[in-house]
């Protein structure tokens, strides 16, 4: 059975920095493509980041050069490092994997999701 658990979360101020970690069990992420996408307050989902399973990763134009994600193969987490948040960050983030082969940006691609973690910026 696969698990996504997302940390890190919490509230910091504009140009600050936040590390959000997705734990996962019953998948590899070593192995698999692996995705962060956010959701804020009346607004759609929308992508974020992914890594695929050869270490390839693609960002959204909003967080290029701000928000970088990597993998802990030993500890089997995914990890975005966000930095110079902007209030427009303020979002529930997910992880996110899907089961079939290479990466996408359509949610609907995706098989597995977390719970959320919140991540609130003010101005």
């Known amino acids: 059975q696969v698990q996504l658990v997302e940390s890190g979360g919490g509230s910091v101020q504009a140009v600050g920095s936040l590390r959000l970690t997705c734990a996962a069990s019953?998948?590899?992420?070593?192995?698999?493509?692996m995705a962060w996408f956010r959701q804020g307050s009346e607004k759609e989902r929308e992508w974020v980041a992914f890594?695929?399973?050869?270490?390839?990763?693609s960002y959204a134009d909003s967080v290029k050069g701000r928000f970088t994600i990597s993998k802990d193969n030993a500890e089997n987490t995914l990890s975005p490092q966000m930095n110079s948040l902007k209030p427009e960050d303020t979002a529930m983030y997910y992880c996110?994997?899907?089961?079939?082969?290479?990466?996408?940006?359509?949610?609907?691609?995706?098989?597995?999701w977390g719970q959320g973690t919140q991540v609130t910026v003010s101005s």
């Open positions: 996110a994997s899907r089961a079939g082969l290479g990466c996408r940006v359509n949610q609907n691609r995706y098989n597995y």
């Open positions: 019953g998948l590899t992420v070593s192995r698999v493509c």
């Open positions: 890594m695929d399973f050869d270490g390839t990763t």
